[in-house]
T-cell receptor, first 114, second 115 residues
Framework: EAQVTQNPRYLITVTGKKLTVTCSQN?????MSWYRQDPGLGLRQIYY???????DKGDVPEGYKVSRKEKRNFPLILESPSPNQTSLYFC?????????????FGPGTRLLVL | AQSVSQHNHHVILSEAASLELGCNYS??????LFWYVQYPGQHLQLLLK??????LVKGIKGFEAEFIKSKFSFNLRKPSVQWSDTAEYFC?????????????FGSGTRLQVQP
């Protein structure tokens, strides 16, 4: 089944404790992206990647890091989480053709930073 | 800056009522438009999309949307809602002139359908 998976689905942590949220897709998509969803703000892009070893900042990159060592994986790293990073995080992927492609979303990771 | 506005934040309807959710965007160039739905506890799913051609697009589950370029709008409609349509609906815009391939989302409209 074609899908985007994220782990963990739920995470409670404390300020300053490094964490990683994994994202994996099995559709051979070149493009992957991370969004955060906050009430009243919709989804905002954190980072994106056009291909292996190619990553760039989105609208709200502060406090986050990403890596793209393999085509299928795009982990989101919070080196020193803070309470304002409490949010619902979505990973998405799509093909990267000359025209825009539908983005497929993972199930989301709900993060609480105390 | 690019923005997407969804003016209805919370809509409550009875089953069989007609639905129209508004979406306006501020960018004047070429855009592609999407509506996504998020059912309770689930991830976002694509309802429909507009890239070019007929401005009236049909999506899954009886939803349709009309792109009106002069009004910068892409409103979502359904003639008769069902209880199972209870969800949050997001309009999203894709700008063709940026390299980021990012979708800009509206803040969402929470639809509650009462049986």
């Amino acid at each position: 089944e074609a899908q985007v998976t994220q782990n963990p689905r739920y995470l409670i942590t404390v300020t300053g404790k490094k964490l990683t949220v994994t994202c994996s897709q099995n559709m051979n998509h070149e493009y992957m992206s991370w969004y955060r969803q906050d009430p009243g703000l919709g989804l905002r892009q954190i980072y994106y990647s056009m291909n292996v070893e190619v990553t760039d900042k989105g609208d709200v990159p502060e406090g986050y890091k990403v890596s793209r060592k393999e085509k299928r994986n795009f982990p989101l790293i919070l080196e020193s989480p803070s309470p304002n990073q409490t949010s619902l995080y979505f990973c998405a992927s799509s093909l990267l053709g000359p025209n825009p492609e539908t983005q497929y979303f993972g199930p989301g990771t709900r993060l609480l930073v105390l | 800056a690019q923005s997407v506005s969804q003016h209805n934040h919370h809509v409550i309807l009875s089953e069989a009522a007609s639905l129209e959710l508004g979406c306006n965007y501020s960018y004047g160039g070429t855009v592609n438009l999407f509506w996504y739905v998020q059912y309770p506890g689930q991830h976002l799913q694509l309802l429909l999309k507009y890239f070019s051609g007929d401005p009236l697009v049909k999506g899954i589950k009886g939803f349709e949307a009309e792109f009106i370029k002069s009004k910068f709008s892409f409103n979502l409609r359904k003639p008769s809602v069902q209880w199972s349509d209870t969800a949050e609906y997001f309009c999203a815009v894709y700008r063709m002139d940026t390299g980021r391939r990012a979708l800009t989302f509206g803040s969402g409209t929470r639809l509650q359908v009462q049986p």
